[in-house]
Each structure stands twice: as C-alpha cells, then as structure tokens.
C-alpha cells in the first residue's frame, strides 16, 4: 500500500536513538561546534586566518557563540524539558532531523557566506528560534502548563536580538551589533535565573539528603522581576533610547543581590564533593559576578565586554555544561553521577571565567596569554565532555524506554 511505504523511512527515522529526543543531536553538536569555532577564534588571536565569515571574524565568533552554540543548547533542553512538563511527545524523527539540518545550514551559511546577500543569510539563520518557540508553545499551550510560558517570550526576544545583529552587519551599525548581542547575553543570564532557580536547590536535597529550603516568595519576585527589568533597559537601549547608566545601574545591582541571597539558600557549600552539583551552583555564582561587574563597567571602572564573558563563560558555558552532563545521563536511563573528568572539565570552566574576567581586569597587560588560555580550557572542557557522552547520545536508553 502507498501508505505503508511512504511511512517507512518516518518510522525508522523515528526508532534512530540519535532522533528520539532534542536533547541527543542539539548537546552533541553544541559541543563538537563550541570546540571546532573556539579552535578558529584561537587561531585568529595567533595570527591565522581560518575563516572568512559572514560579518568578519569578531562578529562571527560573538554571533556563533550565542545564536549557534548556546541556541542549540537552549533548543535541546528546552524541547526535551517540555516532555516532562507537559506530558505530550515532544520533536522526534523526521521533524527533529529537519530542526537539526536547520541549525546547521545556518552554521555553515555564516562560516561560509559564498557571497549569498546578507537578506538570505538572515531569513535562513532566523527562522530556528521561532520554530522551537512554536514548537515549545504548541505543547505548552495544549496541555495548559501555563508556568512554562514564560520561555516563549523569552526565545522570541532572542530570535529578535539575532535579527538585530544581521540587520548591524548589514547597514555598518557597529553599536546595534554590540547593543544586541548584550540583550542576547542577558537574555541567557534570565533563563539560567528561571532554570537555576527551579533545580538547582532540588537537585542539592535530593542528592544530599538534606531539605529542600522553601522558597520566599518575595525575594522570588524581586529576583526575576530585577533580572527581567534589565532585559527590558537593555532591549530599550538596543532600540536607540537612551537609558541613564544610573538606572541601568541600580537594577543591575538589585538583580546581583537578589541572586546573591537566593543562591546563598540553597546549600552550594555542602555540594564540594559533587562535581554535578558545584558546578551548578558555582555557574550560578557568575550571574552576580557579571552583573556586579557590569556595574563597576558602567562606572567606568572596566570594559563591559569582561562582565560579559563573566556570564557567558562562568555562566552560561558552565551551567550548560552542567545540565548537559546531568541531563544526558538521566534522560538515556543511566544513573545520575559524575563521570570520570567532568568535575575537571567544570572546573576548567570555572577558572576560564575567572582568567577571562576579574583576572584580566586586573591584569590587562597579559590580555592575549589570558585570551589563549581561556579558549584552551573551555576546548577541553568540552572535549571532555565529548569523550564521555558522544556514545551515550548515539545509543539507545540502557533501561530500553522511549527517549
């Protein structure tokens, strides 16, 4: 029958372990991509061009970092999360293939413009946010988990952001590029906020034993509210508005604090001897860092480009790291625990951000010793990480469920 055949290659791409769930491509390929564009930016800082890519190599390497390495990580999780949440079947098969093949077309795209005008290239790197966005909404929305709603805005300010930075490279607006990539960066910052602030104190009781503090529902809000008002200064400023540094300031400030006495209640110092579980706390931990530096920046203390590898690396490479590991564990049937390196490999992660920002704000004159020694740690970092889960990701669930 017409039907049976046409239904084949669906069903077998359906049962391929690989495409069963977002979170086995989307965590493989961030971490090979976040090592192979780290490698070429390293390269570049040494004197070799490897690349000529859309927008030049500096644009390319924030652009990448955020809207190809980070977006695939936040589509993986998210789309695997929203299973649990929701109840429903999330991407799998053909439909997730498709998903995938689209992030790496514009992966490719942007190392390798051939040319193409800057309008195609933008149309074809835009369009996988809003698709997770859609995707992430539709499960949501059905099974009326409205708590989760909050990622949909969230993921549509981020596709806006990577909009702004195609429409910087191509009308020679260096500041809206710059303007836009702080929103995506502090975008990130508010979903490691949201994340961080529902497993991380669950994830430290359950593994020690202890109980799980209960949450107050004041500093709750001024927490998220303080962290989300600076996603809104920010994205008023990328939208040509001036906003006194002062305001910008005080909230930056408050959403520091405010993460600073949320964190300090969840028992990070009891976490020493589980890598899992103080790399969490310890990425959380770069969320008041990079603020707090982000303030001194405004002051004109330092550059603001250090508060922001504060929350990119420290943060946002670390936590994703973190996540990744634990995720990928328990989501392929295996027991939650810390393979051998990883609490290395978040070390590294852990320095690299310390190196790459207060070291090298307050030793600048070592900048380009500091700038080689942070991409050689986060290389390592993940390759670690590669070496551990690369199979895992391929196989099957060991417990042989869906998944």
Same mark, same amino acid.
Request: proline residues 5%; hydrophobic residues 60%; aromatic residues 10%.
């Given at each position: 029958m017409p039907t049976t055949t046409s239904s084949q290659p669906v069903s077998k791409l359906e049962h391929l372990p690989f495409m069963r769930l977002a979170f086995r491509p989307f965590f493989l390929l961030a971490a090979l991509f976040s090592v192979a564009s780290l490698l070429v930016w390293l390269a570049f800082w040494?004197?070799?061009?490897?690349?000529?890519?859309?927008g030049g190599l500096v644009f390319w390497h924030q652009h990448e970092m955020l809207f190809g390495f980070a977006a695939a990580v936040v589509a993986g999780f998210l789309l695997? =999360?929203?299973?649990?949440?929701?109840?429903?079947?999330?991407?799998?098969? =053909?439909p997730l293939l498709g998903l995938v093949v689209l992030w790496l077309l514009g992966r490719v795209l942007m190392a390798f413009p051939m040319d193409l005008p800057g309008w195609l290239l933008l149309a074809v790197d835009l369009v996988f946010l809003p698709v997770v966005a859609i995707t992430m909404a539709r499960l949501v929305i059905t099974a009326k988990r409205w708590r989760n709603l909050i990622f949909i805005p969230v993921l549509l300010l981020f596709a806006t952001a990577n909009l702004a930075m195609h429409l910087g490279v191509m009308q020679g607006d260096a500041e809206l590029i710059r303007q836009a990539a702080y929103l995506a960066v502090l975008l990130i910052t508010l979903m490691m906020t949201v994340v961080g602030g529902r497993v991380i104190a669950?994830?430290?009781a359950n593994r020690l034993g202890r109980t799980k503090p209960e949450p107050i529902a004041l500093l709750e809000g001024v927490t998220l509210v303080s962290t989300a008002g600076v996603v809104v200064l920010q994205l008023v400023i990328m939208l040509g508005v001036a906003i006194p540094a002062l305001l910008m300031g005080g909230v930056m400030l408050l /959403? /520091?604090?405010a993460n600073t006495v949320r964190m300090a209640r969840w028992g990070g110092l009891h976490s020493w001897r589980e890598p899992l579980l103080w790399g969490l706390h310890g990425s959380y931990a770069c969320i008041p860092l990079g603020l707090i530096m982000w303030v001194l920046a405004l002051m004109g203390l330092m550059r603001v480009e250090l508060a922001v590898h504060a929350l990119t690396i420290g943060g946002m490479g670390t936590m994703m790291l973190a996540m990744m590991a634990r995720v990928s564990l328990g989501h392929t049937g295996r027991p939650i625990r810390t393979l051998p390196g990883i609490g290395v490999a978040l070390g590294l992660m852990l320095i690299a951000a310390l190196v790459r920002s207060p070291v090298l704000a307050l030793f600048p004159q070592i900048t380009h010793w500091i700038y080689t020694l942070s991409i050689i740690f986060w290389c390592l970092a993940y390759v670690i990480f590669l070496v551990h889960y690369t199979w895992p990701l391929m196989q099957a669930r060991v417990d042989g469920q869906d998944g």
């Amino acid at each position: 029958m017409p039907t049976t055949t046409s239904s084949q290659p669906v069903s077998k791409l359906e049962h391929l372990p690989f495409m069963r769930l977002a979170f086995r491509p989307f965590f493989l390929l961030a971490a090979l991509f976040s090592v192979a564009s780290l490698l070429v930016w390293l390269a570049f800082w040494h004197g070799t061009i490897l690349l000529r890519p859309y927008g030049g190599l500096v644009f390319w390497h924030q652009h990448e970092m955020l809207f190809g390495f980070a977006a695939a990580v936040v589509a993986g999780f998210l789309l695997t =999360a929203v299973r649990n949440w929701t109840g429903l079947p999330s991407l799998s098969g =053909a439909p997730l293939l498709g998903l995938v093949v689209l992030w790496l077309l514009g992966r490719v795209l942007m190392a390798f413009p051939m040319d193409l005008p800057g309008w195609l290239l933008l149309a074809v790197d835009l369009v996988f946010l809003p698709v997770v966005a859609i995707t992430m909404a539709r499960l949501v929305i059905t099974a009326k988990r409205w708590r989760n709603l909050i990622f949909i805005p969230v993921l549509l300010l981020f596709a806006t952001a990577n909009l702004a930075m195609h429409l910087g490279v191509m009308q020679g607006d260096a500041e809206l590029i710059r303007q836009a990539a702080y929103l995506a960066v502090l975008l990130i910052t508010l979903m490691m906020t949201v994340v961080g602030g529902r497993v991380i104190a669950m994830f430290t009781a359950n593994r020690l034993g202890r109980t799980k503090p209960e949450p107050i529902a004041l500093l709750e809000g001024v927490t998220l509210v303080s962290t989300a008002g600076v996603v809104v200064l920010q994205l008023v400023i990328m939208l040509g508005v001036a906003i006194p540094a002062l305001l910008m300031g005080g909230v930056m400030l408050l /959403a /520091a604090l405010a993460n600073t006495v949320r964190m300090a209640r969840w028992g990070g110092l009891h976490s020493w001897r589980e890598p899992l579980l103080w790399g969490l706390h310890g990425s959380y931990a770069c969320i008041p860092l990079g603020l707090i530096m982000w303030v001194l920046a405004l002051m004109g203390l330092m550059r603001v480009e250090l508060a922001v590898h504060a929350l990119t690396i420290g943060g946002m490479g670390t936590m994703m790291l973190a996540m990744m590991a634990r995720v990928s564990l328990g989501h392929t049937g295996r027991p939650i625990r810390t393979l051998p390196g990883i609490g290395v490999a978040l070390g590294l992660m852990l320095i690299a951000a310390l190196v790459r920002s207060p070291v090298l704000a307050l030793f600048p004159q070592i900048t380009h010793w500091i700038y080689t020694l942070s991409i050689i740690f986060w290389c390592l970092a993940y390759v670690i990480f590669l070496v551990h889960y690369t199979w895992p990701l391929m196989q099957a669930r060991v417990d042989g469920q869906d998944g």
